[in-house]
């Protein structure tokens, strides 16, 4: 199975602290993708990074892929009370156009 | 641009009785996707279709679930005599294909089966 694992499974932290939540996943991917959902909404894309990418910025957020350890990393630098909400991994695999999600990481931000 | 868009957002069904899901992909994209999402658990990918044709179900139970993508109109995802284990929010995406891999998110069905 590809399934990724995110880690943590929850995370607290104060506002305008940084919050980094980690992926991992089995097979080889093509690309990992990062979602945010708000409790009870859809999801929300963040960021790709394909295979052959170490590292990508957007806005607050920066990601980093190891495909050596197959894991990623998503840091969210100078937390807001309004980044609460669950961040899941999604990765494609070559040849397959489905996503494989984790369970993703619960972030709460307090005010 | 209008999103995905799903209907119904929320559907409540007894036991035995069928679920039809819509999903109205953005415009211009012709690749359908539908993910099941138990609670606190991540998407679980159940079929990938294109116009006409479904590309891959690997991930839709072998009984009771179907999906169509019909040349006009939005794709269903179908589930005959529900069952209580049915209950989940279902997710549509969409993507334009042409090598594009981002996928859209609808904002979800979610079923309820009493």
């Known amino acids: 199975s590809q399934q990724g694992e995110e880690d943590p499974q929850a995370l607290s932290i104060q506002e305008g602290e940084n919050a980094t939540m980690n992926c991992s996943y089995k097979t080889s991917i093509n690309n990992l993708q990062w979602y945010r959902q708000n409790s009870g909404r859809g999801l929300v894309h963040l960021i790709l990074?394909?295979?052959?990418?170490r590292e990508k910025h957007s806005g607050r957020l920066r990601v980093t892929l190891d495909t050596s350890k197959k894991s990623s990393s998503l840091l969210i630098t100078a937390s807001r009370a309004a980044d609460t909400a669950s961040y899941f991994c999604a990765t494609d695999a070559r040849g397959a156009q489905k996503l494989v999600f984790g369970q993703g990481t619960r972030l709460t931000i307090n005010p | 641009n209008a999103g995905v868009m799903q209907n119904p957002r929320h559907l409540v069904r007894r036991r035995g009785q069928e679920a039809r899901l819509r999903c109205s992909p953005m415009k211009g994209h012709s690749h359908v996707y539908w993910y099941r999402q138990l609670p606190e658990e991540g998407l679980k990918f159940m079929v990938y279709?294109?116009?006409?044709?479904?590309?891959?179900e690997s991930g839709m139970p072998k009984e009771r679930f179907s999906a169509e993508f019909p040349k006009e109109g939005p794709s269903i995802l179908r589930i005959q005599q529900v069952v209580r284990g049915d209950s989940a929010a279902y997710f549509c995406?969409?993507?334009?294909?042409?090598?594009?891999?981002?996928?859209?998110f609808g904002p979800g069905t979610r079923l309820t089966v009493t």
């Open positions: 995406a969409s993507s334009p294909g042409r090598g594009e891999v981002e996928q859209y």
């Open positions: 990074i394909r295979s052959n990418e």
């Open positions: 279709l294109q116009k006409e044709n479904i590309i891959d």
